[in-house]
């Protein structure tokens, strides 16, 4: 199965920009499409981008109003989060996952493998 590895997370003023990585092992992140999800404290995962497996359809959470961009290059295992304009309420840890059936990949719950996530956090 494989294991995913999440980086570039950090401390950022409001206005700035991150991009997150979820590098791949054990297995190839092609059979899968992914997600980037987000948590803070006392909330529930919630869904942040979505990726296909061969990257033709990508879907965004409404708060994002076009900031963020999700990208993957399976030749390399790696999926990127570009995350520009960041504001305060961006402030959580973000995880990537991999969901082999893609069927309802909005809900945290169908997917087979989680990292172990980033912390981002933006201050105002």
């Known amino acids: 199965q494989v294991q995913l590895v999440e980086s570039g997370g950090g401390m950022v003023q409001a206005g700035g920009s991150l991009r997150l990585s979820c590098a791949a092992s054990g297995g190839t992140i092609s059979d899968y499409g992914m997600g980037w999800f987000r948590q803070s404290s006392g909330n529930d995962r919630e869904y942040v981008a979505i990726i296909s497996r061969n990257g033709d359809r990508t879907y965004f959470a409404d708060f994002e109003k076009g900031r963020f961009a999700i990208s993957r290059d399976n030749s390399k295992n790696i999926v990127y989060l570009q995350m520009n304009n960041l504001e305060p309420e961006d402030t959580a840890v973000y995880y990537c996952?991999?969901?082999?059936?893609?069927?309802?990949?909005?809900?945290?719950?169908?997917?087979?493998?989680w990292g172990q996530g980033t912390q981002v956090t933006v201050s105002s």
């Open positions: 996952g991999a969901d082999r059936m893609f069927l309802n990949p909005r809900n945290a719950y169908e997917y087979d493998v």
